[in-house]
């Protein structure tokens, strides 16, 4: 029997912590049972420790599936930091001869970090038949539901693999899932009487703006005069790689900021090198796409502004997560133009295949070779996994639905004349009235609540209209169309 006493000295020995922060005591006594577990903690929380504690306290071997290798190469160093040595990644970057040599003495490691794809190769499932596991981790479980924003087929066999390595206990980890995507996850990992520790989705200190713009050239100005204005490290995400280019480059030279841009398309080492700058305090701002943030681990981001509409609240409430770690007033500013709503419906329209390249793309694969598109990518892995071409196009086309779906909700968001918070708990299927609305909570980021708490000077927003109502950008939306 593990005790709480002994839960909280490895606590304070090998983390130097005195208290757990919301929800993770519950996670790691649930976990220590050998009870499936699912847990739901916002970005910032502490879901690492979840796992990592137990370890020291169980003593075999922990596996932890994770989606990216930037990710798992994260988590490695951090624990090396810690001064754990027996912590590993097996993924793609592995020379083979490496990877044979790790494999063959993979129960040494108390870590060991793999990604899907890797996990159900014949020679890893063999390996870690060799280990006792305590532990199978699932981060970002969220992946493994069709619903849920960064769907990957590969999380598809995990209850098989679950089943194969018989592990202790099983936790699901996840920063955002909304009821249907927490059932999704419970089913297809086959863990239907796992206990759920969900805690909320609300983060008090961040600060949730809306501000509409006429158009372009205000909205620069605007972001121009508020990131002159406020102090700390901050975030600003664009849909475009371009526009991060250009955008970096208009404060580079209108500002003394220190500016620099990130998105996909840089080499491993320029991402690597700027992410580093960041979070060593050398730069003020990054001007970035989605690319930049999963693992992300620096406390104090004092803002995240959106320059354009995020593709769902998923991907908002993950990105807006990024700031005030550290649980000081940080905020999160959303700008908006018809423009960028009518890039996200193009997004959505073309960026998904049509029936008939599903059907070319099954007779010659090659035709969309180095294709970029990310439905491109789901459809290679689809046909990986042997999935029917027909089953193939429903799951599409659901999907295309639900991102129209999620863009919907977005645009509800934005022109919302309530609570933010509270639309964001409510969407999560918590229940709206634990949030106290006040100003200084959400809306207008010119308000002098707004100003006072973050410490900013005046900005001057006048260009912007008033709030629109839904109709008025739906109206704009069909005229571009
Ligand atoms: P998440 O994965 O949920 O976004 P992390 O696991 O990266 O969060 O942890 C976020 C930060 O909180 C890290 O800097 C971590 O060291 C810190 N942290 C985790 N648990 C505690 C705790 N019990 N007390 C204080 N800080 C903690």
């Not at 129960?107 to 532990?135: G, H």
């Not at 620069?220 to 600003?236: T, Y």
């Not at 793309?361 to 290679?380: A, H, I, V």
């Amino acid at each position: 029997m593990i005790t709480d006493e002994l839960i909280y000295k490895t606590l304070k020995d090998r983390f130097g912590y005195d208290t757990f922060k919301p929800g993770q005591l519950a996670v790691i006594r649930s976990v220590l049972a050998g009870q499936a577990t699912l847990a739901v903690l916002p970005t910032g929380t502490g879901k690492s420790l979840c796992y990592q504690l137990p370890v020291y306290l169980l003593g075999h071997t922990t596996v932890i599936v994770s989606p990216l290798i930037a990710l798992m190469q994260d988590q490695v160093a951090q624990l090396n930091y810690q001064g754990e040595k027996r912590a590993v990644a097996i993924n793609s970057s592995l020379e083979p001869r490496q990877k044979q040599l790790i494999l063959g003495q993979l129960s040494q490691y108390r870590f060991v970090f793999m990604a899907p794809e890797t996990i159900s190769q014949p020679t890893v499932i063999q390996a870690l038949q060799q280990c006792q596991i305590d532990l199978l981790v699932i981060d970002e479980a969220h992946c493994i539901s069709q619903w849920g924003i960064d769907f990957r087929p590969d999380y598809l066999v995990l209850a098989t693999i679950k089943r194969q390595l018989k592990p202790r206990a099983t936790l699901a980890l996840t920063a955002t899932a909304n009821a249907q995507v927490r059932h999704d996850i419970l089913t297809k990992l086959d863990m239907q009487s796992a206990n759920s520790v969900i805690t909320s989705v609300d983060r008090p200190n961040i600060y949730l703006g809306v501000s509409q713009q006429v158009d372009e050239a205000s909205k620069n100005r605007f972001l121009k005069q508020l990131v002159m204005e406020s102090q700390g490290p901050g975030i600003i995400y664009f849909s475009s790689r371009q526009k991060t280019v250009e955008i970096a480059t208009l404060l580079q030279e209108t500002t003394t900021l220190k500016v620099a841009y990130y998105h996909a398309a840089l080499s491993t080492k320029e991402r690597f090198t700027i992410q580093q700058q960041f979070m060593q305090g050398h730069l003020d701002v990054i001007c970035a796409t989605n690319a930049f943030g999963m693992g992300i681990n620096k406390a104090d981001i004092r803002y995240v502004i959106h320059y354009h509409l995020p593709q769902n609240i998923e991907s908002y409430l993950q990105e807006v997560g990024r700031a005030g770690r550290d649980g000081k007033p940080a905020y999160a500013l959303l700008l908006a133009t018809a423009q960028d709503m009518y890039l996200q419906q193009a997004l959505i329209s073309f960026g998904i295949p049509e029936v008939g390249l599903i059907q070319r793309f099954y007779q010659d694969p090659n035709l969309f070779k180095g294709s970029q598109g990310n439905e491109f990518e789901l459809l290679r892995r689809y046909q990986q996994i042997g999935m029917e071409e027909q089953a193939v196009s429903e799951l599409l086309k659901n999907r295309q639905k639900e991102k129209q779906f999620a863009l919907q909700t977005m645009l509800d968001f934005l022109n919302l004349h309530g609570c933010r918070r509270q639309f964001i708990v409510n969407y999560f299927d918590e229940d709206p009235r634990q949030i106290e609305h006040d100003d200084q909570c959400c809306g207008e980021p010119n308000s002098t609540a707004f100003l006072e708490k973050l410490n900013l000077k005046k900005i001057t927003n006048d260009k912007a209209p008033k709030t629109a109502g839904l109709d008025h950008w739906n109206g704009i939306l069909k005229q571009l169309f």
